[in-house]
């Protein structure tokens, strides 16, 4: 058999989606996945254009594979992207794209294999949604038992003795982690769900750091933590922000340093003007962190040591909205000495920058 009709058999028998175009987006070959995928027979494609067809205009930026080869860009890219079957319907692809090139590095044409991922979409939406809406039905009975708990500390149903205070704030102590939990892992279905585009407007960064320390003393003071401020007098400390998610990061980091220093230690915070943008840091004495764990500490669900009591998700959620913010957070530490976590907010969004 010649190598021209293997080729043919193979690419009509991939169990993937082949499209070849030429520099100009023209179809030029097209298998049966293909077909079956898009609805649309090889004899509808063939010499017509696949920007019409599948993007449904002739402007190239509409195009992930064009888009590629207009920037030059070498090898193959992974992308997901959305596709209008023949028939209406929306379809989910997994694509892969890679651009042709001659010797003299003139772009020839590429190709796309795809793959219908619509189910799997499908069922990974609705996994996500249940697990958030099951993490938000715990949340009410945490809710209102600490309301209860609440209520008999408070010598409403009837004086308390020492013992069953204790017990009773060991509970309280417990269902407190719990609604944290949930809440981290609400957040975290949160931004899986939908990327997360901060709320706008202008935010007291000293205030907000203030109102944290003092939420935060009775936790240090439990632990004989010192909390120093070093903020330097006079510093215009506003940000465009959203500030309840700012407020998130700043008592994520605070909490941290409290959880993870021993009695007896400092947490130092300072604010810093640094050109267009404003670096808040963290400082603690606390029980730092080893090189080989540094490079994960931001990632979802990572915990150094396993008997944490947290969800893994506080540094991950305030990489999140920092970097949304066109931030960054970044950590300094070393085991027994301590750590610094800092992070870097624009004092104004680069929309603010360009109307002003
Ligand atoms: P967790 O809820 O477990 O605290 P985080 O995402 O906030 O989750 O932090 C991830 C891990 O990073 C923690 O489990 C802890 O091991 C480490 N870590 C975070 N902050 C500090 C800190 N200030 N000092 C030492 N270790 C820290």
Redesign the pocket.
């Known amino acids: 058999m010649d190598k021209g009709k293997i080729y043919e058999m193979i690419i009509n028998n991939l169990p993937h989606g082949f499209s070849l175009v030429d520099k100009d987006g023209i179809v030029t070959e097209f298998n049966r996945s293909a077909e079956k995928i898009t609805g649309y027979r090889r004899s509808e494609v063939i010499g017509k254009s696949h920007l019409e067809i599948f993007h449904g205009s002739s402007d190239k930026s509409l195009c992930p594979l064009m888009q590629y080869a207009l920037k030059k860009k070498k090898g193959a890219d992974f992308l997901e992207s959305t596709l209008t079957r023949k028939t209406g319907e929306t379809l989910y692809l997994s694509v892969t794209i890679f651009p042709i090139y001659d010797d003299d590095g003139s772009f020839l044409g590429g190709v796309e294999l795809f793959r219908d991922v619509t189910s799997q979409k499908k069922e990974e939406r609705e996994r996500k949604n249940i697990l958030s809406m099951f993490a938000h039905d715990m949340k009410n009975p945490v809710v209102i038992s600490r309301g209860f708990l609440a209520r008999l500390l408070s010598n409403k149903a009837g004086m308390v003795n020492a013992t069953q205070r204790e017990y009773c704030e060991t509970i309280d102590g417990e269902l407190k982690r719990l609604h944290e939990l949930i809440s981290?892992f609400l957040q975290f279905s949160r931004f899986e769900a939908k990327e997360y585009v901060p709320v706008f407007s202008l935010f007291n960064l000293e205030r907000a750091l203030a109102e944290h320390v003092e939420s935060l003393r009775i936790e240090a003071d439990k632990k004989n933590i010192n909390i120093e401020l070093d903020i330097p007098s006079g510093l215009a400390s506003e940000v465009s922000a959203d500030g309840s998610m700012v407020c998130r990061v700043i008592s994520?980091l605070l909490d941290?340093?409290v959880?993870?220093t021993n009695p007896g230690g400092t947490i130092t915070i300072a604010i810093a003007d640094k050109d267009d943008q404003l670096i808040v840091s963290v400082k603690?004495t606390?029980?730092?962190?080893s090189s080989e764990h540094l490079p994960f500490?931001f990632d979802a669900f990572?915990?150094?040591?396993k008997d944490?009591k947290?969800?893994?998700?506080?540094?991950?959620i305030a990489k999140t909205i920092v970097e949304a913010h066109g931030g960054t957070i970044w950590v300094d530490?070393a085991p027994a000495k301590g750590?610094v976590?800092s992070v870097s907010l624009p004092k104004k969004r680069s929309e603010d920058t360009h109307s002003s």
């Open positions: 981290d994520n941290n340093a959880k993870y603690d606390g029980v730092g962190i500490i990572y915990r150094v040591g944490s947290g969800s893994g998700l506080g540094l991950f530490s750590s976590f």
